[in-house]
């Protein structure tokens, strides 16, 4: 619908003013672990296009929990 292509076009509105300002803030913090930004940018390049492909052919269900399964997986690793 018309309404809902306004919402997203205003949330892509705003990331894209907040991820530079974010991003120039870690870099000049001085808290970027410089090693880990190569293997993490191509991952979210494969992710970026792959979620792109995956979003016109998955139902929103099923792409939700997939979405959801990795996050908490991620969580996991992450704190153990």
Do not use: D, Y
């Given at each position: ?36 930004v ?31 399964v ?11």
């Amino acid at each position: 619908s018309r309404r809902r292509h306004t919402r997203f076009r205003n949330v892509t509105g705003v990331q894209t003013c907040a991820l530079p300002i974010s991003a120039l803030f870690f870099v000049f913090s001085g808290k970027v672990e410089w090693q880990f930004v190569p293997v993490m940018a191509a991952a979210s390049l494969v992710g970026g296009n792959l979620g792109g492909r995956l979003v016109g052919v998955l139902k929103p269900s099923v792409l939700r929990v997939i979405v959801i399964v990795f996050g908490v997986a991620a969580a996991v690793k992450f704190f153990l």
